[in-house]
């Protein structure tokens, strides 16, 4: 007689109408399916889940509860699985298939309530991008405790992809984060004395680097309290406090003489797409006439917009990536000029490479900080993530826009500056 997993992969097969992926192992010890990557099913809970939730979301919730496992290389188990969806297998659900997983499901134990979801998931109430959901959603991710973030990120605490500009021994993600700083200060112009805007800051990483190497006054506007204080804390530490600022506030809430040079790096995702031409034309009011914006953001194609069921429950509620061409538009809409645009999916696939690699080593340091299962959404989040940037399912650009003047001139030279 079939044991378990021989019963499980037997109606997947069935449903998928190719081989399976990966291996199967059930909670009796029982196997299944191909050798290498196996997916470990510890209890009937994890299917459980999956009966609740089917699809991305019923796996995070096993596998960040710790009911669902995976024995092997976690990145290659997902390769297969969208190797898998791009050779057109898709789930088939008729009458008859329906049937079949009730009789599975009873002869399992499977019947019983929905487990309920890890207490990492959030749970935002109140209407989409307000203001005060809008902070409820940056404090459910960058509010997870500096301790954390400064276990995982370089020194200088850029949580933005890098720009890789050497392949040579020694030549480190805190070479490439500055990298990554001194092109967006070299993109702006930034010149002794000017009045620089970075809208989502994050930890302070792009002010701190403007003022100390490029001389200009800088504000960082940020809706984290744990990032605000961070920020504060380096700027008095390095002695930056005439020409660093840091503000906890909404894009919606910036009023003043506008800047000089406005950035905003990896921030746009978390607009909405309702907001955004509120957004974008906030960010042309705050720029003088000729003055540069440097957007970076990450995207995705036209038929997957948004984050995607797990990143908008664990990581980023809420977060919207759009196609790059509908950023474009918008920005447009709000009268700038596009003067270039850059893709980095190959910087951000070292990027997160090097954020997993300092996960994985430190391992019982980020479960000491975040919990068990905090570190298996991290987990999930840094492989699945590295492995959408290689396979181009989801990317990320530096958009480089100027405020024209009254002419329409854009104060650029006619050839590249960099």
């Not at 006439?289 to 990450?298: D, F, N, S």
């Amino acid at each position: 007689m079939p044991r378990t997993a021989e019963r499980i992969a037997g109606f997947a097969r069935d449903l998928l109408g190719a081989p399976l992926p990966v291996g199967i192992r059930a909670w009796d010890g029982s196997r299944a399916g191909p050798p290498g990557v196996t997916v470990v099913l510890n209890s009937r809970r994890a299917l459980r889940r999956l009966l609740y939730a089917p699809g991305e979301l019923g796996l995070a919730r096993a596998y960040v509860s710790g009911d669902l496992d995976v024995e092997g290389d976690l990145s290659e188990g997902f390769r297969r699985i969208w190797a898998l969806s791009r050779s057109g297998a898709r789930v088939r659900m008729g009458p008859a298939h329906w049937a079949r997983g009730v009789r599975l499901a009873l002869r399992l134990g499977l019947a019983g309530p929905p487990p309920r979801p890890p207490a990492e998931e959030a749970r935002l109430t109140g209407r989409r991008h307000t203001p005060r959901r809008d902070r409820s959603a940056i404090a459910h991710h960058y509010d997870l405790g500096n301790a954390f973030y400064q276990l995982l990120l370089d020194e200088s605490m850029a949580y933005s992809s890098a720009y890789w500009t050497a392949d040579r021994p020694g030549y480190d993600l805190a070479q490439a984060q500055r990298d990554k700083l001194d092109l967006i200060c070299r993109k702006l112009g930034l010149r002794p004395g000017m009045r620089l805007l970075d809208v989502g800051c994050g930890w302070g990483s792009l002010v701190i680097h403007a003022a100390k190497h490029y001389d200009v006054h800088a504000v960082g506007v940020t809706l984290s309290a744990e990032q605000a204080e961070h920020v504060r804390t380096r700027v008095a530490a390095l002695d930056l406090d005439d020409r660093v600022e840091v503000r906890r506030q909404d894009y919606r809430e910036i009023t003043g003489e506008p800047f000089d040079a406005v950035a905003s790096i990896e921030m746009g995702e978390h607009v909405g797409e309702e907001n955004y031409p509120r957004y974008t034309g906030t960010l042309f009011r705050l720029l003088k006439p000729r003055g540069r914006l440097v957007l970076q953001q990450m995207s995705r194609g036209a038929a997957a917009p948004g984050g995607g069921a797990f990143i908008e429950r664990y990581i980023a509620p809420d977060m919207t990536m759009r196609p790059l061409s509908r950023t474009l538009g918008h920005l447009e809409g709000s009268g700038f000029e596009i003067r270039d645009v850059h893709a980095l999916r190959e910087h951000y696939v070292e990027t997160v490479r090097a954020w997993s690699d300092t996960l994985e080593s430190r391992w019982h340091d980020v479960v000491a900080l975040i919990g068990e299962a905090g570190a298996r959404v991290w987990r999930l989040y840094l492989t699945g993530g590295a492995l959408a940037f290689e396979e181009n399912r989801m990317g990320v650009d530096q958009i480089l826009a100027v405020r024209p003047g009254e002419a329409g001139e854009s104060g650029l030279t006619a050839t590249r500056e960099r």
